[in-house]
């Protein structure tokens, strides 16, 4: 099966979601219309849109879609990490290196984190600053904010 991507409005602004072969491979932001907002919806895309609606509607903590994640071995232990963060909880870098068993890898965490393909699913933003500061975010802090604020985080 080829890629297959749609953009779609949700309320923090459009996300762009692609699929390929039967995984959902990319959750991003769109900050520019550059591409056909619809290439073609699939059964899938399709699930992955009114699951993240009804995330958006807090009647979703847990999403149930097939991924697959691009990236280094040390990317791919990142977001599994990230994963096991349950729903309106926040870990900080460090807790996620040290989950990760490297301790030391905190800045490596926080690119691991930047380059997250699937956003919101893979939850990278319940990751916060040690000091319980909301730091870098790929969309923006004021995203991130909204997004532990959905989740009773804030």
Not at 110 to 136: D, E, Q, S, Y
């Amino acid at each position: 099966m080829e890629k297959c991507s749609v953009v779609y409005s949700f309320p923090i602004g459009k996300l762009r979601l692609t699929e390929e072969a039967g995984a959902l491979t990319q959750v991003s932001y769109q900050f520019q219309q550059s591409e056909p907002e619809v290439s073609q919806w699939t059964p899938l895309l399709k699930e992955a849109v009114r699951q993240l609606e009804e995330y958006f509607s807090g009647n979703r903590k847990e999403f149930q879609l097939p991924l697959r994640l691009n990236g280094t071995e040390f990317q791919k232990k990142v977001w599994q990490a990230l994963l096991e963060i349950p729903y309106g909880e926040t870990r900080s870098y460090s807790q996620i290196a040290e989950r990760i068993g490297n301790s030391k890898a905190v800045r490596a965490v926080g690119m691991a984190n930047h380059v997250n393909p699937v956003m919101i699913i893979v939850p990278c933003h319940r990751v916060i600053g040690k000091n319980g500061g909301l730091t870098g975010y790929g969309c923006g802090i004021e995203i991130k904010e909204a997004l532990l604020h959905l989740e009773g985080c804030l």
